[in-house]
Structures are given as structure tokens and as C-alpha cells.
């Protein structure tokens, strides 16, 4: 796509807004809006459903938990208020101009007071709501289903979700409808997290036990979202309990955590701690000889505070660190890995009347990294990072009960600096070290404008149309880009509905595909004029079906995806070699399409879901393969996920998951040819590779089982929840593929393929604590 | 990255009470691979023209023996100055490996500053290509044995070479040893273990160590070279050994580079796999050439660690 000049992009984006601020101004209607919070500790929900049934309409809250709603005028209204894992509301509300209503959902099985009428009526979002692509992530299950190490993990309940392939064994990372893993955007309270990572991805930076929320986005990307192809992960800090103190925490197999949370000043002001640390450290020390020395650990850290300064407006601070560190010492050896994540949010939110919220930000995010390898003559160094400075603004405006605008902009300058250097004889080179502080940097700046309106047609039709406009500068390149967003829903039934997405995204900050273990030799590269900004087009179709009473949902999406200046490495690269990246790498692109079913049980003593993908993914690059397509390496044509938790009584529940996909791709050579002039290393035979990724790995299945045993207990006479967390990680052992290599016997010249597999059966346990 | 890989492993499988495992599987591979011809000439200055030429075989196959793959009855010509001369088949006996090992060879030496040209016919495909002698030996200024180096393969044994780079850049630079040994010198690396039943006890055989790394003064021009080299057989103190330096023209420059990084993609599963790209037209390996620095005799001060 063509550059274009940015003023006349804005033009019409500015006309639009302000015919859609002109069409309502003199309509006669009547507003209720405000905010809808737990009851039990003032956590805002996000994506409660407030419906109006006499009006055949409703609103579901934003992401800090507001609503608008704008009817024509009435006498008396009755709102049925609704949330996953609350008792529902049902509220009468009398005629005025504008009615604030907040609203304190019960969370369910606790025995608070009922307020109001209880109805039957449970969240209905994923049929009646326009998007589609969007999957909330029920941290309860979180908690009760298997992980490994006892270590409850949400990027792991992530690689269950339809769409989604897992990357390495036991790792963390995850692939949305054939992208990258660079192609997911994760944010913790707005702030890109780079490298969600700890112990090498066999855990997640996020701390089960601090979030409030978590959405995976996979398609039909709302327009506040953009800069990555294929998926938004955005993850939500709790907000602390604004009503009384509270503790939660776990000791692990590995690792501990405690979080605090309690008002600051009841109702009005709270705030929320949550740290981890792992102690592996100690863990390995008596399992490791003598000789090696090493001190691996890694900890995080969340914190947030809130206050409210009125009715109308409301401040957030919130702060995130984590980091890994690992020493490794063995004579002549010396390995020194340092990464990390820390981010902060500084967060304004402001209600200007009954029709329009707004959220201001101020974010910055840090990761580092730095690896420092010495072997007598050889000392390598890589240091690199990436920082960013974020302002943002949007606007939620609610002019009629038809339409739901959407509008802000968006700006972050990003610093990246990396440097490299491996070198023979460190001792006689004479070119000192290069302070962190004089490592060249790059700068570049990415903005975006953006405005959609979801537009209620008729009783059965809602349209979403957007623009997202991002733009891109640094020193060697300028991109602008228009990227349309279009949703529609046809609602057949009151309990089915059709929709169908375009979008159209770019992502100007590459990750450079590196080792696929998960070590963090993340070389994060800009575009420039070499390297192009990485585009796709996106179009999807899905069915949606709830059945008893939303108790179940059903969905069924189809996509085709294509993507554009996808980048891998030149035939025989790897990282650390250079960090002269650009002729490095090679360009090409792909595509992928598929079918995901989705069947998901929310309520009653069993939930859990059944998620089956069946999807293709290929690429082709002019200068791999010959030019020819291959399958992406991560193309798994089967994938199915069934996760279940059954509350046995009040004190045992059991949890399980099961988990197949087809075996990933990988190069084999198809023959070989013997050479005498070769170095005498080695046994002289040499491989021909016809195709790249020519050949599947073995399937993948596991089978994980836990059992939760609760039970009140006290200590000095304060009563606290207690719980024990019982898990098995595979079962029934299954050897996995992690990597298959090959070896020849030099007697029989006869190739052997040799399987690697890292995780079988993992029995864990673990002690949680709440007071 | 390998020792990163590989500590990661350690760490995995002791936090998993030693469990990770391997255990060789059946791959099935698309049966479509056809034989191709492979080349593999490099004229060294002073000595006569030596190729091998074979057909691969697939992946799985045991049959990859020097005898079973090379082709035999090929015209192989030899072109220099517009003079023609065909190659003709002959064997020699590896000692080490205890197989015969065919080529095709000339009676004729090989001179410095000439250009040579290849035509190969054979399984009626035409293999042609080109290579110049211009190239320029290197005098080692100093061997010196080291018991022990890191690289980033991990710790060895082995020699420390000095020498200046020729000037002007686009040199290319590998290691050869030359020994005299016996069955008791075993392998270092991947033949270590290898059955040994063609030679007697005590009885001594010439081999050839050549370096896996190809040298470029790339950048470096006229540098002071300083290389520690890993050698592929074992010693005991009073062994002796002849050392060059080989400087190659490009073309086995590239092809050798390409091998080496195979090996390396071969040994690491993290490794974007390594195409061999041809440097003869149509077909696949390399026609080059090479030409070897002055000797320096050389003696083990111990045995090996």
C-alpha cells in the first residue's frame, strides 16, 4: 500500500466525527449510565451485560467498567444486569433525563445479601455483541485446571482456545491463526510486555493471582487495537479491594507468592501488592556437582493503586517488574542471562456527562536483555533492549441507544538498542567494552488516529465500521497506512446470531525469529526501507448459538488470513552471529485459513469447554525452498482441546485437560552425498535438502488431572480459606516431540532420527491460602 | 548457543527429577528423492588434479561408501590454455576408514595463475566449471600446541597457528595436518568408536586432518591471524605432524563454508537448516582450488588431555 499523505487522512476522519456529534445532539431522549463494580471488594467489571428488554436493546460495559445507555424517554425501565460468575440484577428505573446507576454485582455462592430481583439470565456477549475473534479468559478456571509444577498459568490456558497453537513443549508461547509469535500483541494495563516469559517460557510473567481480566482478540479487531497481525492479549491488573484488607497467597513447588490488597480509604481509595519469587536457586543447588555454579531465579511484581477524586473521575497507577536471572559457572565456562519486563501505567479516567467517558494513559515499558557468554578464547556479549513512551486517549460516546462511538489516537516513541560482539582472545583484544549508556540507538515513533461506530440497524442487524490510521517514522523510513474495520451480526434468534469480520493490520516492529527454545535471544527490529511493515488482511464468518438459557455457548468461525513482508532468517542463520540484522533476513509472506469449533459450559457444578481447530497455514520466500511454498513450521492441521472442572462437594473439585494436535513441521533432508575434502571432524557425509519443512513431527497429546481440596481453617483465631492443589502433567507420560535431530553409525553409514522429549508425567502440589 | 540449549536442558531435566529423554523414531520422508551427481574437485597447486565424483543417495540409505556412490566410466576433461586432458579413474586405500576410495586423476600437475575448466558427462548430464589458481600461500610465523580451548562448540585441544594475511582482500584460509598414526590414535569426534580391521597393531597409516572453518580476511585485511584449531585425532607425546594452511579461491571457499554450516544446523536442532549450494553448473559441489602454505613440522609435548 502506497503512502499517503497524513493531513488528508485526517480530513475526513475529522468530518465524520463531527457529523456523528451533530446527528443526536437534538434527539429526546433519556440517559442511564454509570459503573458496575463487585460487590464484594469494588473490582470494575468488564463486559457486563446491561440489558433492556422492553426496548430490545442493551450495553455491555467498557473496559473500566462504564455504561451509557440512551433511550427514548419512558416511565418506568427495567434493566436485567448480568455477568459471568455473578448473580444477575434485574433494576427498575423511573423516568428522569439522566440516572446514574452504579451497580454491585454479587459474585455467585458467596452470601451476601441479595439485592434486588435475582434473574435467570446469564451473559449472552458472544451472540449479541457485533465483534467477533473475542475470547475471555475465566480466570476461576484458571485457578482449578492442571499446570505445570502446580504453577497456575493463564498463557497456558491461552494455547487451549481455538485459533491457537502452542509453540514448543511446555512453553509459553502461542500462535494465532498462523502469525508469529511477534504477531501478539500482550499488554498488562495497556503497556506492552515484550517477553511474557519466565524460566525460558515454561511460565508466564503473569501473576494468576493479581489479574482481574484477560481477553485474547483473534479477529475482528476493535479499532483501539493495532501495531500486530494476529492477536491481542490484554490482560487487566486487579484493582485492590476498596472495602477491607485481604490476603492471598501460594507456596509452590518452585516458587511463592503472597498478594495484599485493601482499602487506602474504604470505597474510595485502595490498592493492591503481589510479588512472586521462584527458589530454584536453592531447589538446584544440591542436585548440581560442585564445580557448576549457578544462581537462576526470577521474580515479579504488581502493583496498583486507585482513587476515586468524584463521581466523575477516577486515577490508576499501576506497576509491573519482572526479571529473570541466571549465573552459570563451570571451569573455563561462564554464562551470565539477564531479562526483564518493567512497565508502568499511569491511567485518567473522566466522565463528562451521561454520554461520554473517557480514558487518558500515560504508559512506559522497559525490556532488557542481556546475554554475556565466556569460554577461554571466545567471549561473546549481547545487550539489547527495547523502551517505550506511550500517551493515549479515548473516548467512549453513547449518543443513542443505536450507536456506540469510539475515537482517540495514540502515540509511542520507541528507543531500541542492541549491540553484539563476539571475538577471539579477549585478553589481547585492545577495543575496550562499550558502556551500556554509549550503545547506539534507534529511535522511532509510531501514532495512530482511530473511529468506529457500533451501529444498531435494525433489531437484527448491528454493523461496526472503523478506521484505524497508523503512522510510522524513524530516521530511514515513514509509513502512513489506512486500516478499515468492519464487523456485522445478523441476529437470527434470540439465541443465535451470524457474524462476519474484515480487517486490515499492520505492524511496523519485527521480532526476528531466533532460537525455538524459548531462550530469550529476542532481537526486536524496526522497520526501515529494507524491511517493510509486516501487513495482513483478515476476513472471518462465525456462527454463534447459546443453548439453556446461555448456559452453554456454541460458536463456529471460519477465517482466512493473508499476510504480507513476513521476515525469516537466511538458510543456515542463527542470532548470535550478528546483530547486523537486515541482511540477515529474508522476506516472503503467507497465509493461513481454518474452522474453529467452540462449546463452552459456563455454569453449574461442570464447566469447561471443548475447542477444535482445523486450519492450514503456508509461506513462500523467494530466496528458501527455491522459491516454492512450504508449510509454516507451526501449521498443525488438527487441534483439539477438552477442559473440564467438576465441584464434587464443597470441599473437592477435580480438573482436567486433555490436549491433541498434529504433529509440528520440521526440514529433513530427503539425501546424501559423501565428501572427501570435507573437514575430517566429522564422518563426511553431507544432507540434501529438497523441501523445507517437508516432514511432521509425531503428534502431540497429553492428558493433565488436578484436585482441589478446600477447607476453612483458622490461626490465631482468624479464619482463612485454605487449599491444597493436587496436579499430574501428562498423565499418561506421553514422550512428546520437543526436537528430533539426527545422528549416523560411523561403522553401519546408517542415519538415525533421534526424538527429544522434555516433559513427562509431573506430579505437583501446592498450598494456597486466602484470608 | 548450543551450551545455552543445552544447560537449559540440564536445568529442565534435574527441576524434572532427570526425566527428559530421547529415543529414536521412524520418520517417514516423501519418497521422491532421485540420485544427482555431486563433484568434488580442488586443484592443488603443485600436485595433480584429484576429483570424486558421486551420486547421493537417500537420506535413509546405507549405501554411501565412497565405492558405492562414485560413478564410474565419466568423461572428465580438464581444460588449461585451450589443452584438454581427460581424467581417468583410479583408487586409493584409506587406511583410517579401510575402504577403497575411487577418483578420477590426471598426469599432470597443476600450476599457479592458470585457469582450469571442468566438463563432466555422465548419466547424461552435463557438468561444467571454473577456477583460478591465482592464489597466494601464507607463511606460518608460529605453531604452538594448547591442551585446552574454548570456542563456542566447547572446550578442546589443539594448536594455535600464527600467521599474516596476504594482502589484498578475499583470502580464504583452512587448516591441514598431516600424521603418520596408528589404531591406537583414535578419532576425536564423530569416528571415535569406529572398527578398525584392515591394519595391524603398530602398523602406521598416513591421514589427512582438514579444519571444519573456513578463515576470510573479510574486513581484516593484512591482520595478524592468531587461530586455535581443534584436531581430529588423538596423540601422545613425540607425535609428530606436518601443518599448512591451505588458502582456497572462492568458489571452495563458499561450498566448505556451506558444509560447515550444515554440520552446524546438522548438530543443532535450533539451527535454520543449511542448503549446499552449487558452485559447478549443473549439478551439484564445487570446483576449486587450493594452494598450501610452508610446512612446519610440528611435535606433541604431551598427550592428549
Known sequence: MSNIPFYRILRPFLMLTLIFSACYCQAQQSSIYGTIRDAANGESLIGATIAVPAHQTGVTTNHYGFYSLSLPQWDTLVMVISYLGYEPQVKKIYSAEKTLVDIHLIPSGTDLELVEVTADKVDDRNVTQTQMGVLDVPLKLVKELPAILGEADVMKVIQLLPGVQSGNEGTTGFHVRGGNADQNLVQLDEATVYNPNHLFGLLSTFNTAAINNVTLIKGGFPVQYGGRLSSILDISMKEGNDRQFKGDGGIGLISSRLTLEGPIIKEKASYILSARRTYLDVILKPFLPRKINTNYHFYDLNAKVNYRLGQNDRLFASFFKGSDLLNYEQAGIFYKINFGNTTGTLRWNHIFGDKLFANTSLIYNDYDYSIEARQNSVQSNVISGIRDLTAKMEFNYYPHYRHQVKFGGMVTHHTLRSEGNARFNPGTQTTPERPIQDIPKKRFTEAALYLDDDIRLSQQVSLSGGVRLPFYSSDSARYTRIEPRLGIKWQMADRTSVKAAYTLMNQFIHLIPGSAASIPYDIWAPSSKRTLPQTSQQVSLGVFHNLKDNNYEMSLEIYYKDMENQVLFKEGNQLAQSLDIDPLLTYGKGWSYGAELFIQKNTGKLTGWVSYTLSRTDQRFGELNFGQTFPYRYDKRHNLSVTGSYAFNQKWSFASTFVFTSGAAFTVPTGRISAQEGASLFEGNYFIYEERNNVRMPAYHRLDVSAIYKKQRSLFGQVYDSEWVFSLYNLYSRQNPYFIYFQVDVNTDQPQAKQVSLLPIIPSVSYNFKF | ?305
Not at chain 2, 555422465?122 to 608460529?142: C, F, I, M, R, Y
Not at chain 2, 580464504?172 to 590414535?185: A, E, V
Request: charged fraction near 20%; proline fraction near 4%.
Open chain 2, 1 to 305: 548457543m548450543n551450551h545455552i540449549a543445552l544447560f537449559m536442558s540440564c536445568i529442565l531435566s534435574i527441576l524434572l527429577a532427570g526425566s527428559a529423554c530421547q529415543k529414536i523414531v521412524d520418520i517417514s520422508l516423501p519418497d521422491h528423492h532421485q540420485p544427482q551427481l555431486f563433484v568434488e574437485g580442488i586443484l592443488y597447486v603443485g600436485e595433480a588434479p584429484l576429483l570424486y565424483l558421486s551420486r547421493s543417495a537417500s537420506f535413509f540409505s546405507d549405501k554411501v561408501t565412497p565405492q558405492e556412490v562414485f560413478v564410474r566410466n565419466a568423461t572428465v576433461i580438464l581444460t588449461v590454455n585451450g589443452m584438454n586432458t581427460i581424467m581417468e579413474m583410479d583408487s586409493t586405500f584409506d587406511k583410517f576408514r579401510c575402504r577403497w576410495v575411487p577418483f578420477y586423476t590426471a598426469d599432470m600437475i597443476i600450476e599457479k595463475d592458470q585457469t582450469y575448466q571442468l566438463l563432466i558427462e555422465a548419466d547424461g548430464q552435463t557438468l561444467t566449471g571454473e577456477t583460478s589458481t591465482a592464489l597466494k600461500p601464507v607463511t606460518l610465523s608460529d605453531v604452538e600446541y594448547t591442551p585446552e580451548f574454548f570456542d563456542v562448540f566447547g572446550g578442546h585441544d589443539g594448536v594455535i597457528i600464527r600467521f599474516h594475511d596476504n594482502p589484498g582482500e578475499g583470502d580464504y584460509y583452512r587448516f591441514q595436518m598431516d600424521r603418520w598414526i596408528d589404531t591406537s590414535r583414535y578419532h576425536a569426534h564423530a569416528l571415535d568408536g569406529l572398527i578398525n580391521t584392515c591394519v595391524e597393531e603398530d602398523e602406521l597409516f598416513f591421514v589427512t586432518d582438514i579444519g571444519r572453518s573456513i578463515f576470510s580476511d573479510y574486513a581484516i585485511d593484512g591482520a595478524f591471524f592468531e587461530l586455535y584449531l581443534e584436531v581430529s585425532f588423538e596423540y601422545e607425546e613425540g607425535d609428530t605432524a606436518t601443518i599448512y594452511m591451505q588458502t582456497l579461491d572462492e568458489n571452495a571457499a563458499a561450498f566448505y563454508s556451506d558444509m560447515d554450516k550444515q554440520l552446524e544446523s546438522i548438530l543443532n536442532p535450533f539451527v535454520e537448516p543449511a542448503f549446499l549450494h552449487s558452485t559447478v553448473q549443473g549439478g551439484l559441489g564445487v570446483f576449486g582450488s587450493a594452494i598450501r602454505s610452508s610446512a612446519v613440522q610440528f611435535i606433541y609435548p604431551q598427550d592428549n588431555p
